[in-house]
């Protein structure tokens, strides 16, 4: 290559590092799944480093695999101002008794659930068998069941086996039900999941980074719709007036709190967490503190996130500041607002209504 064909070849490419410098990237170019946005405004930016009052968290999961590991939550717990963690586990037999031996240093700390046993759901007496099994965990220390999942097909959070084209109305469900009322254990439910999933996955999705991921095929042959979802939520509620249920995730409402809403104010043994849930709630903040004031009896906080701190700070500033405009790392790519809640509704949300459902 000669001197003059190299000043050449250096010349071109500094005038296109300068251009992508100086103009950035093409919007026609950018792929979505790329874009980071940042607020410019020069607006209050709230730092919450510690809960403002005592929290129950009333959804959080196990993958920790020494008591180590616990103990360093515990720390995380104890820098956010976490009383309590609330352990979904899924799990039944051998896999339960191995959870809850390992948080049993720390009772005051961990409150472990089980799930279903639903091995042998299509044959005859199998809700006496599943009642069984239920009651050895309740003996083991479990204090409630959960988190019973079910987003179309049939309930499939559970270990070792789902029970697919059983829903939680179903009626083989129902002495289940009936047994946890009479262990005054408390049923973590999650249906369906927000709307955003079961919309066209085009350009008029604007939860599409999320919903893509997370999309619901309804075109399976079986499956249940969002609303007939949310109505077998509401049936086994309604059958089992003893049984304390709470709705994971606001129900997946979100879109129209109204639905949950309706139910909160109807059943007196429903109540719903809000984990999971911050970024759908704060992009509608006025509409969603007058939620909260309204049924401040009847939601509990969760999380649903992980363990880090941030994520748990991350959740006190939506709940407790005033920000705008502002995202986080679990963006769909629009911006937060702060709800502003009050004190009275925090200290229900955080752990009054918890202390309720755990009878404590």
């Known amino acids: 290559m000669s001197q003059h064909q190299i000043k050449y070849f250096l010349s071109a490419a500094f005038v296109i590092v300068f251009s992508a410098f100086c103009y950035g990237q093409n919007p026609t170019e950018l792929l979505l799944k790329n874009y980071r946005p940042k607020s410019i405004f020069k607006i209050p930016v709230t730092s919450i480093q510690k809960a ?9 999961h196990d993958n920790l695999s020494t008591k180590a590991d616990i103990e360093e939550w515990i720390k995380t717990m104890d820098s956010a101002g976490i009383e309590k963690s609330i352990i979904l586990t899924y799990s039944t037999g051998a896999a339960f008794d191995s959870i809850i031996a390992k948080y049993s240093d720390h009772p005051d700390r961990f409150s472990v659930w089980c799930g279903f046993d639903y091995t042998g759901y299509n044959e005859p007496g199998w809700p006496e068998r599943a009642v069984k099994e239920l009651i050895r965990c309740h003996k083991m220390g479990a204090k409630g069941v959960g988190e019973l999942g079910d987003k179309g ?36 439910v999650h249906v369906a999941d927000p709307m955003w999933m079961y919309e066209p996955m085009d350009s008029t999705n604007d939860g599409l980074m999320k919903a893509y991921t997370w999309k619901i095929d309804l075109t399976k042959k079986g499956i249940l719709n969002h609303q007939q979802l949310v109505e077998t939520l509401e049936n086994a509620v309604q059958q089992n007036p003893k049984t304390t249920f709470v709705a994971c995730h606001l129900a997946n409402c979100v879109y129209d709190l109204e639905i949950i809403g309706k139910m909160l104010d109807k059943y007196p043994n429903l109540y719903a967490d809000i984990a ?7 992009t509608i903040p006025r509409q969603v503190n007058q939620f909260y004031k309204k049924h401040q009896n009847k939601l509990v906080y969760g999380t649903d996130m992980g363990r880090d701190l941030s994520m748990y700070r991350g959740t006190f500033r939506v709940l407790e500041s005033a920000d705008e405009h502002f995202y986080n790392e679990y963006s769909y790519h629009w911006p937060l607002y702060g709800l502003a809640l009050d004190n009275d509704v925090l200290k229900k949300i955080y752990r009054g209504n918890a202390l309720k459902i755990l009878k404590q």
């Open 153 to 188: 097909l049939g309930l499939f959070y559970s270990k070792p086996t789902a029970a697919w084209g059983m829903h939680i109305d179903d009626p083989r469900m129902k002495p289940l039900l009936k047994k946890c009322a009479a262990l005054q254990m408390p049923v973590s």
């Open 52 to 60: 403002k009052f005592p929290v129950i968290d009333m959804h959080s």
């Open 276 to 282: 999971a849930r911050y970024e759908e709630t704060a």
